[in-house]
């Protein structure tokens, strides 16, 4: 008996090694010279299929959100259910011995929404209340963002991404994903700056125009994005074609509390109510570890507060559609838990989990929630063996829920079509510069469930997209298994 499991297992590993070989050669592919692959293919019992460099760090871009998504569901409950403590509330306090003062008080909902078609957790509700309460004077707006401690950005992101959707700044009070929206509208000749305008109508932000209409033909490529000043203002630049379509582009925002502050403001004399102009922010800064974080602020009498979506829905979103914001607000919604709201008590959390996993601490490093971060490290074992871990616990299958499926929706609705893991993949997509990543579940040939963990790194910069070669390769382990 003894050497026949010998013989099996020297079988096994004989077959492993010829697997990897064969993911190997499909990877390293000509015009992918010099880009570091890893990956990974494991079943259920944890028999490993694949390995190639399997133990090496990674730069795993958004599938860092794998790991905050886990932490979530790990330790917060019952996501189904709406929680009004993550509802954004309006204040009224006294301010003697002048009129009384509104406070916004975000409470970390990342999708609060204002927007003249909105249904559900609308700011406009908040500024409906005020307006039919007895008090049609007030002082200046104050915007309470102090739930979280005050910072905009995760070390490690890249400057020239803040002023993009991927990276808007992080916020307790965030309205519209803290993004707008321009339109760039192309002169009628050649030689003339293009027009700029807000597609909402919102204009909260000052816009530098620097974007010049030419005869060639443009697309949105040509356009760039960049911060102008640290408050409230911001530059686009580059070339649209005379005849062009207008093109639309999100624009985070500089001051996300101040920016809603202003959208409040605005609200509130579209129906009729007196206020001062100014806007004053109430925040909180990041303590020192052996200083105790101050509570934040409950004061003045609460005249509305919204109830926003159940957070399954908001977890959902933000993995189908790899929303970074969302995902850093969640971190910090972990941060709760048992620290004070901060990204570094949410990695707590997150850290505190993979020590359940069994992952070694050496594996891993994460400096964000989302995966903007370049400091963010993770192995492919280490990645495999958390979503490994994931199916034997009781959320398994709504974890599953969350993940984008080939072929069909979210960052994977245009791959793995036509293939034979069309809707059988179930996977979490990652993209930076010089990065590609793809970790989650998939259906093989045989009905076998795998989970596996794919990376792409440092791949040169005028190296095309690895994702063509990590896609082939899983259609290929799949059709194999």
């Known amino acids: 008996m003894r050497l026949v499991l010998s013989a099996l297992a020297a079988l096994l590993l004989t077959a492993c090694a010829s697997l990897s070989d064969r993911a190997r050669e499909r990877l390293e592919q000509p015009g992918l010279e010099g880009t570091r692959f890893g990956l990974i293919v494991l079943t259920l019992d944890g028999r490993e299929l694949v390995s190639i460099n399997a133990d090496e760090r990674f730069l795993p871009a958004s599938n860092t959100k794998l790991f905050t998504a886990a932490a979530a569901f790990h330790r917060l409950g019952d996501m189904t259910q709406p929680d009004p403590r993550m509802g954004t509330s309006v204040r009224m306090v006294p301010d003697e011995p002048g009129l009384p003062n509104l406070i916004l008080v975000g409470a970390g909902d990342p999708t609060l929404i204002d927007a003249d078609d909105c249904m559900r957790n609308c700011l406009s509700d908040l500024a409906d209340a005020v307006a039919s309460s007895a008090i049609t004077s007030f002082g200046h707006v104050i915007v309470d963002s102090s739930l979280y401690p005050y910072e905009l950005w995760p070390p490690g992101w890249s400057h020239e991404d803040t002023a993009t959707r991927s990276g808007a700044p992080v916020s307790a ?36 125009n620097d974007v010049w209409t030419v005869e060639e033909e443009t697309s949105g490529d040509d356009l760039f994005l960049e911060r102008a000043s640290p408050f409230g203002s911001a530059r686009i630049y580059g070339k649209i074609g005379v005849g062009t379509a207008k093109i639309e582009r999100p624009l985070a925002v500089n001051e996300p509390a101040y920016a809603a502050g202003l959208r409040f403001s605005f609200l509130l004399a579209e129906r009729g109510v007196a206020q001062d102009a100014h806007i004053e922010h109430r925040h909180r800064v990041i303590q020192h570890p052996d200083i105790p974080a101050p509570k934040a602020p409950n004061s003045g009498i609460e005249i509305a507060r919204l109830v926003p979506p159940p ?26 838990i048992e620290g004070d709201g901060s990204r570094q008590a949410g990695l707590k959390v997150v850290e505190a989990m993979l020590a359940e996993v069994g992952v070694p601490r050496w594996s891993w490093d994460l400096s964000d929630g989302s995966g903007m971060s370049v400091y963010n490290r993770v192995t492919p074992r280490t990645t495999a063996d958390l979503l490994l871990w994931t199916t034997r616990q009781p959320w398994a299958e709504a974890f599953r829920n969350t993940l984008p499926i080939g072929g069909v929706d979210g960052t994977l609705r245009r791959r793995f079509t036509g293939t034979s893991l069309e809707g059988r993949i179930f996977a979490k997509t990652g993209t930076l510069r010089g990065t590609n990543a793809l970790s989650g579940f998939m259906l093989a040939k045989s009905g076998q469930l795998l989970v596996f963990s794919a990376y792409a790194n440092e791949r040169p910069s005028e190296t095309e997209s690895a994702i063509w070669a990590l896609d082939a390769t899983l259609v290929a382990i799949s059709e194999t298994n």
């Not at 957070?311 to 995902?327: C, D, P, R, W, Y």
Request: without cysteine; aromatic residues 4%.
């Open 173 to 208: 009070l965030t309205v519209n994903s803290n993004e707008v929206r321009i339109a760039v509208t192309p002169a009628a000749k050649a030689g003339e700056r293009a027009t700029i305008t807000f597609v909402d109508g919102d204009g909260i932000l000052a816009i530098t």
């Open 311 to 336: 957070l399954i829905e908001n977890v959902t979103f933000l993995m189908k559609q790899s929303q970074n914001l969302h995902a850093e607000l969640l971190l910090r919604r972990l941060g709760l």
